[in-house]
């Protein structure tokens, strides 16, 4: 197979040559963005994702936040926090990672946007994915750096939990530019403002479209909602209302940017036996499963216990 060139060794693969590029000149023009899953707080905590935003020309640490995986929640968390710090970037530069870019071939729907590309381009800013990891080099050397140094700052302050985790991260990230940033080639400074049409709380949402049914109701993860009967929402029927999923767990439903008054009908939430988990989610997802588990068993041994007690006194 080697000799037929079906199959190439490690060392063929290596010999594939990777020439660096020039950093950008000014700060905020590129930003590479990834994230970490690593065991942060060691045996002290859970495993858990660090998701990181470096720039491009300067190699500083520009945004840090600990979260359970690489949803598309927890970076709509960082890139609103990262925009009330610095503004807007001109580009972000990711991997191939299903919260940038739609991996499904011939996916219908959403203009072949994701969420986190659609939140994105209402704000003005570029996503950029790169072909391999060594085009991202500069984001990936610095996660290699974080899991030696931050993993023993944590151990040292004695942190073994994301929120204090994520407390503590701004004076990591001031310590650690202050001795490891690089000068930028150019002192201007490409991060812009919103403007007064871009409100970050109503863009870095997830938004999704659904058809009112001629009985004022509509679904949604695994959600139906009942729409309350009006003047308003009566002429709904069969129209198109979009769904507002806010990161805190809020719901809104809105018809051409009006707010629609309703409640929860039924609420049916399972994991399905084949459902597909991305691989950087797989162990949040695990983790959940674990708890469930482990209570399920709980409370069978439970009712094994009690229903032993019921036979004995039977017997007695």
Request: charged share 30%; aromatic share 8%; net charge positive.
């Amino acid at each position: 197979m080697i000799t037929a060139g079906l199959w190439t060794t490690r060392r063929q693969h290596n010999k594939r040559v990777y020439q660096p590029r020039n950093r950008r000149e000014c700060v905020g023009e590129l930003i590479q963005i990834d994230g970490s899953p690593h065991w942060w707080f060691e045996d002290r905590g859970p495993k858990c994702t660090l998701l990181v935003f470096i720039d491009d020309a300067t190699s500083r640490l520009m945004h840090l936040q600990f979260a359970k995986s690489e949803s598309t929640f927890d970076y709509m968390r960082a890139m609103r926090l990262y925009i009330d710090r610095h503004g807007k970037p001109l580009a972000l530069y990711s991997d191939k990672h299903s919260v940038f870019r739609v991996n499904t071939k011939g996916a219908l729907g959403g203009d072949n946007m994701t969420q986190f590309g659609r939140a994105l381009k209402e704000l003005n800013i570029e996503i950029l994915c790169a072909n391999t990891c060594q085009a991202k080099g500069r984001v990936e050397r610095a996660s290699l750096t974080l899991q030696d140094r931050l993993v023993k700052e944590l151990r040292l302050e004695g942190i073994d939990d994301m929120a204090t985790a994520n407390d503590y991260l701004p004076k990591f990230v001031e310590d650690f530019n202050r001795r490891f940033a690089k000068p930028a080639a150019n002192d201007k400074d490409l991060h812009r403002p919103t403007a007064d049409h871009e409100d970050p709380e109503t863009i870095l949402i997830v938004k999704e479209q659904r058809t009112v049914s001629n009985s004022l109701t509509l679904q949604y993860d695994r959600i139906r909602f009942l729409l309350e009967p009006n003047d308003y929402t009566a002429g709904l029927k069969r129209k198109k209302v979009e769904v507002y999923d806010f990161p805190d767990g809020r719901i809104e439903i809105r018809h051409q940017g009006k707010r629609l008054p309703y409640r929860m009908f039924d609420k049916v939430r399972h994991v399905n036996q084949a459902a597909i988990v991305d691989n950087k989610r797989l162990g949040a997802i695990l983790t959940e499963i674990k708890k469930k588990q482990y209570i399920t068993g709980q409370q069978r041994s439970i009712r094994a216990v009690s229903r032993q007690g019921q036979v004995n006194s039977h017997f007695d």
